[in-house]
């Protein structure tokens, strides 16, 4: 019953900034752990950032990581961007539907970024 939509993706030229937003919606009794992650065409899907779990080393210093508890949401602002960063980006949110019921791990659709000039 929960859902992740992503959103903020699009095209920038090198420099540029974004700012990717992650709603989730549903049955949500709490969130357990909230990421980003990013394929690029040709490569392995990669950690990019977690709450309290900090940044890759390719965005740290670039990206921040950030989210609104209250309203269920996960944003990823993104500067000085580059053209490796372009990829998919996806939100990766550990939700639990109940009080003692399981964690369950949910992926967003995915957001195209791309960085070009």
């Known amino acids: 019953q929960v859902q992740l939509v992503e959103s903020g993706g699009g095209l920038v030229q090198p420099g540029g900034s974004l700012k990717l937003s992650c709603a989730a919606s549903g049955t949500i009794f709490s969130i357990d752990a909230m990421h980003w992650y990013r394929q690029a065409p040709g490569k392995e899907r990669e950690w990019v950032a977690g709450?309290?779990?900090g940044y890759a080393d390719s965005v740290r210093g670039r990206f921040t990581i950030s989210r609104d508890t209250a309203k269920n949401m996960l944003y990823l602002q993104m500067n000085s961007l580059k053209i490796e960063d372009t990829a998919v980006y996806y939100c990766y949110v550990v939700i639990r539907d109940r009080i003692q019921g399981p964690s369950k791990n949910y992926w967003g659709q995915g957001t195209q970024v791309t960085v070009s000039s």
């Open positions: 709450i309290s779990s």
